[in-house]
């Protein structure tokens, strides 16, 4: 057998990067040469320790898994990623195979399907499961939000009202209500409350 695949493992819950540390080490394969609790953790031990394979979570401190990557990658354009995260919609898919990451795993993975994945990674391969594609497929297919109807997305999941949006976004209210009503079509959704769900639900928005 050759050498040790060297993983940095970079997740902000503790007791969820212990197990998945604990679960690697008895991998004769594996070798986990560090460990990360935010962004700019991550950044700076893969700049140090330069690992053959990152796994990343996207929630994080500091600085989120997907701009983690971006600045990794700008650094260091061969560095893989494997995405290993509880978020399955299809914007969070979306955004972190289009910052670099080679597979993209939910936690409730088996060992056998993340030492495949870690191995197929290795090897210069991208692996995505079937539903995750599936979902991919969708987010393709649909119509991407401009950045000013993100912004007032953002504000409608945060329970702004359109005066407040307005005064936010230093627009006016009726300029508001055509961001409103063109984001609604873009997603398939009849009102703001709709919206707000899809959002959340697809990973256009995360709730603080």
Same mark, same amino acid.
């Given at each position: 057998?050759?050498?040790? =695949?060297?993983?940095?493992? @970079? ?11 604990? $679960?690697?080490? =008895? ?6 040469? *560090? ?5 700019? !953790?991550?950044?700076? $031990?893969?700049?140090? +320790? !330069?690992?053959?394979?990152? &796994? ?7 600085? *989120? ?5 971006? /600045? ?16 399955? *919609? ?6 972190? +195979? ?6 993209? +795993? &939910? ?37 991407? $939000? ?5 912004? @007032? ?9 359109? /005066? ?22 873009? $997603? ?12 959340? !639900?697809?990973? =256009?928005?995360?709730?603080?």
């Amino acid at each position: 057998m050759g050498n040790p =695949i060297r993983l940095l493992v @970079v997740d902000d819950h503790h007791v969820v990067r212990q197990g998945l540390v604990a $679960l690697l080490r =008895i991998m004769p394969e594996i070798e986990v040469v *560090g460990e990360a609790s935010d962004g700019l !953790q991550a950044i700076e $031990l893969h700049r140090a +320790l !330069q690992p053959d394979i990152t &796994l990343m979570d996207l929630q994080l401190p500091k600085l *989120g898994g997907v701009d983690a990557i971006i /600045k990794i990658r700008e650094e260091t354009p061969a560095a893989r990623f494997i995405v290993l995260t509880t978020f399955d *919609g299809d914007e969070d898919i979306f955004r972190s +195979l289009q910052a670099g990451a080679k597979a993209y +795993l &939910l936690k409730g993975m088996t060992v056998e399907e993340l030492l495949a994945t870690i191995q197929a990674v290795h090897s210069g391969k991208t692996r995505i499961a079937p539903a995750i594609a599936e979902k991919l497929a969708e987010r393709m297919s649909s119509h991407s $939000l401009t950045a000013r109807e993100l912004a @007032v997305l953002e504000r409608i999941v945060a329970g702004r009202a359109n /005066k407040e949006i307005a005064s936010d976004l230093n627009i006016t209210e009726a300029t508001v209500k055509t961001h409103i009503n063109n984001l609604l079509s873009k $997603l398939g959704v009849n009102d703001r409350t709709q919206a707000a769900t899809v959002a959340i !639900q697809r990973g =256009i928005v995360h709730l603080k």
